[in-house]
């Protein structure tokens, strides 16, 4: 009995973090990875935020953006619109809440501690890193496209591959092949620690910013300017409120894109060596995507003036590119960079976020990196991506559903550090489960729990209406305030949480005092 006991005893601390020298919170609560970011380490300038950015910008996913909206009746003219007011207005909020990782060098998971209360914090953590699972799973199967055009453009016997999946699987045994040689060749990137991703991103942008540009210049070359096709002469194939509320929806999908890295942008401001390095982001993110997203649109024109069909995803036309060597010589390339593209995102806005919450939940057995593996495997597989991406507006549907859920958790985050605690926290208190943050003695702060949930409740109707379609039947009116979800959200949170506080003051919280930031 007591040598299983000793056995089982051995097992549970094999499987424990050997704790690192100078943890800023020994015990249960915290681990390397989530103490402040020390000085040595602040290593993050300008120029890396604006390759972060840039190469975010530059994946097959933000490609299809333009076409994704363009699908739904919106202009070309009125689609970009869309795409740099929503990226605008996030870049707005993101940079808003990034300060608090500039200037404390804690992550998102130690952050919502402080509005949400030491224990609730779990909750949205948990809610953020379902979102960024889905994401990394969204990310993994368009890196498999990429991989399918260049096996198809090296042996292109490849796409006659017979298919034995049947039709409701959403993906074909070539793709599936295609998307475990991908999952296999991004596995080991995972072991790089977030502190030293901005080399890989500048390595990325040498080698995807040609490839990019290789594919504008064959649209343009091959069609006589890249801007006489179908995609720039029609209009809005939809008129009236109706066009108003697509463009709301199409709008609403553009915030949510980024809505992730809104809420866990801290895991990466945390690296900055000033809180002013991080401010490029309100000009880079909506250039970067109004570019990204004028570029698709531009391409899947021109195919469209080609090959004679309209098709959305950017990746789906490299599979026309097989009538010559050069030409399959041009898929490979372009297909390799944007699966190097599409890594970086997902390793980038994804996988780092989620593994810092399964951190934040089990500090004592998950580090970043045994994080990043365990999201891996669990977005990849476990959630089944391909059958999200199964068509354009399965997409929208996503993009705009989940972000329903963390629009209010950056509302109160952004008000609870700029209007209610003053931009003063202090630190310490956030790693102790005892100290100021915890508010009561469920670990809760009833006045965010309740902003929150007042910002997505209302917008249910609407979500369970777009995903099972018309089937289901609503008002129009719950409808409609479901395309303005992300707005309404982080609006409806902030100020619910700003007015509760103000009539309600958590006195108990407050930190007014010189010394506040982490030195």
């Known amino acids: 009995m007591d040598k299983a006991k000793d056995k089982s005893k051995a097992s549970d601390l094999s499987l424990q973090i050997e704790p690192e020298p100078g943890t800023f919170a020994p015990g249960r609560w915290s681990n390397a990875d989530l103490d402040p970011i020390p000085p040595e380490q602040r290593t993050w ?127 074909t045994t070539q793709t599936m092949c295609a ?39 064959w649209a343009c070359t091959s069609t006589g300017g890249g801007l006489n096709n179908v995609v720039f002469e029609r209009g809005n194939t939809v008129t009236g409120s109706k066009l108003g509320w697509v463009f709301m929806h199409g709008l609403n999908a553009m915030l949510g894109n980024y809505g992730t890295m809104a809420v866990n942008i801290n895991d990466y401001t945390r690296y900055a060596k000033n809180p002013r390095t ?21 391409i899947v024109g021109s195919a469209e003036k080609l090959y004679g069909v309209l098709q959305w995803d950017v990746l789906s036309i490299m599979d026309n590119w097989n009538g010559s060597s050069k030409a399959r010589a041009g898929a490979v390339f372009a297909g390799g960079a944007m699966a190097i593209a599409q890594m970086g995102t997902n390793l980038g806005a994804n996988c780092v976020s989620a593994a810092n919450d399964l951190n934040a939940m089990f500090p004592k057995y998950i580090n970043i990196r045994r994080g990043q593996y365990i999201i891996a495997f669990l ?48 630190v ?68 619910l949480y700003t007015i509760l506080s103000t009539a309600f003051p958590p006195k108990s919280t407050m930190y007014h005092e010189s010394g506040s930031e982490v030195e």
Not at 390 to 399: D, G, K, R, W
């Open 428 to 495: 310490p208190d956030m790693y102790d489960p005892h100290g100021r943050y915890r508010y009561n003695r469920w670990g809760t702060n009833w006045r965010a729990a309740v902003s929150w949930s007042m910002g997505w409740i209302p917008l249910l109707p609407g979500l369970v209406h777009s995903v099972g379609g018309s089937g289901i039947a609503v008002s129009s009116g719950a409808q409609n305030l479901y395309d303005l979800g992300y707005l309404y959200g982080i609006l409806t949170s902030a100020a």
């Open 379 to 426: 977005g990849a597989w476990a959630l089944t991506p391909w059958n999200i991406l199964a068509s354009a507006s399965s997409l929208v549907t996503f993009m705009g559903g989940y972000a329903i859920f963390l629009a209010p958790i950056s509302g109160v985050l952004v008000a609870d550090f700029w209007l209610v605690h003053r931009k003063s926290y202090h």
């Open 45 to 171: 300038r300008t120029i890396n935020y604006v390759f972060y950015w840039t190469n975010d910008a530059m994946s097959p996913g933000n490609l299809r953006l333009g076409s994704s909206l363009y699908s739904l009746g919106l202009s070309w003219k009125l689609t970009l619109v869309a795409i740099v007011l929503g990226h605008g207005l996030m870049a707005i909020g993101l940079t808003l809440n990034g300060i608090v990782g500039s200037r404390f060098h804690i992550p998102y998971t130690i952050q919502s501690r402080a509005p949400f209360g030491f224990f609730f914090s779990f909750v949205v953590i948990f809610v953020r890193m379902v979102v960024a699972s889905f994401w990394y799973g969204i990310n993994t199967a368009t890196g498999a496209e990429c991989i399918r055009a260049i096996l198809i453009a090296i042996w292109p016997s490849f796409a006659n591959i017979p298919n034995h999946l049947p039709k409701s699987a959403n993906i």
């Open 179 to 217: 998307y475990i040689l991908y999952f296999l060749f991004v596995l080991p990137f995972h072991y790089i620690h977030p502190r030293k991703l901005r080399w890989f991103f500048a390595i990325k942008a040498a080698i995807c910013i040609p490839a990019v540009i290789g594919m504008l210049i």
């Open 278 to 298: 991080t401010y490029i982001q309100l000009i880079i993110i909506p250039c970067a995507f109004l570019m990204m997203g004028f570029f698709g649109l531009v």
